[in-house]
């Protein structure tokens, strides 16, 4: 019950915050040009500036560990490529591939994981560890098959894809990160203040703007891939890469990391990023939307297993 009101309160207010984005534009407080506005402003500040948080906060140099960011690396890049390879394979509506393979892929690693991994232990352990092996490719193959797949009209050639993957910002932010992270560096305090200030503003401006871009009848069209995009996000990949990491001997804080990773919500982040490269919104909203509902009862749901099984 303990983990279950937990996982509620960490994703209600999300779910709330969509709510609120709907009723402000309804009321006509915010408008279109407000929501391209936040749109941009997290995928170039906001965003980066959590990431560089996230992992500037952990000490990872003491808690290193080679061989666990490289099972997060393999098993990410194994599953993004399965996804790809099934999804090009038996998706037949081409505009909708692309926001289909982010969002049953792309977990709230950053967003959500290591505030539920503090909730239940002391210390993050080994778990940052995670986002340095996931969270570059969910952003470098995000940016690859959205750049592909989206403006179809357009046909991006390999040099514009290469290009914009070294211009994501949350890539950047992770790589400008990285040597703080393992150096232990640190800015003054005030700097360290407003990098923290301005990574809060992520989520909520990002949830304010699918909340208020979110068209219930254009997701009931889309409830199929919803609907699968959702189990392959909550239970699927779980069920498949939480027993060779149990089998492996990851226990706790590193094993809680993985299941963020395979497990979490489909993070906001996949809205905007979905947005700007020209890709379906509609399908990437009604994911981010279900899966946050869901996860409350899904994420519980493992911890209940893992802790029956004595492993965390």
């Known amino acids: 019950m303990e983990n279950f009101l937990y996982s509620l309160n960490a994703t209600l207010p999300i779910f709330l915050i969509m709510i609120l984005g709907k009723v402000l534009i309804r009321l006509k407080i915010i408008n279109e040009d407000f929501t391209k506005a936040a ?12 990431v560089f948080k996230d992992l500037t906060e952990n000490n990872i ?14 098993v990410t890049l194994f599953i993004i490529l399965l996804l790809w390879f099934l999804t090009e394979h038996f998706m037949k509506n081409e505009f909708e591939k692309g926001a289909f393979i982010q969002v049953s892929y792309r977990s709230s690693a950053a967003i959500l994981g290591l505030a539920f991994i503090d909730n239940m232990y002391d210390s993050a352990g080994m778990a940052p560890l995670m986002i340095i092996g996931a969270v570059p490719l969910f952003n470098i193959f995000a940016v690859i098959i959205l750049t592909l797949k989206g403006n179809q009209e357009e046909h991006p050639n390999i040099k514009q894809t290469i290009c914009n993957i070294f211009k994501n910002p949350i890539l950047l932010g992770i790589l400008v990160a990285l040597p703080f992270a393992f150096l232990d560096l640190h800015f003054p305090v005030f700097i360290n203040k407003g990098i923290s200030y301005l990574a809060a503003t992520a989520s909520p401006l990002a949830l304010l703007s699918i909340g208020a871009g979110f068209e219930g009848k254009k997701a009931i069209k889309k409830i199929r891939p919803t609907l699968v995009a959702s189990f392959i996000k909550l239970v699927l990949l779980c069920a498949l890469f939480l027993p060779p990491a149990i089998y492996m001997g990851y226990r706790r804080q590193e094993l809680i990391g993985i299941l963020i990773m395979l497990g979490s919500p489909a993070t906001v982040s996949c809205y905007i990023m979905a947005k700007n490269t020209g890709n379906d919104v509609v ?6 939307v279900l899966t946050t509902l869901l996860s409350s009862i899904t994420l519980t749901g493992w911890i209940f297993l893992l802790k029956s099984l004595g492993v965390i």
């Open 39 to 50: 749109d941009k402003y997290v995928f170039y500040v906001a965003l980066p500036a959590l």
């Open 283 to 288: 399908l990437t909203s009604s994911v981010i």
């Open 61 to 74: 140099r003491d808690f290193f560990d080679a061989r666990y960011v490289l099972y997060c690396f393999f």
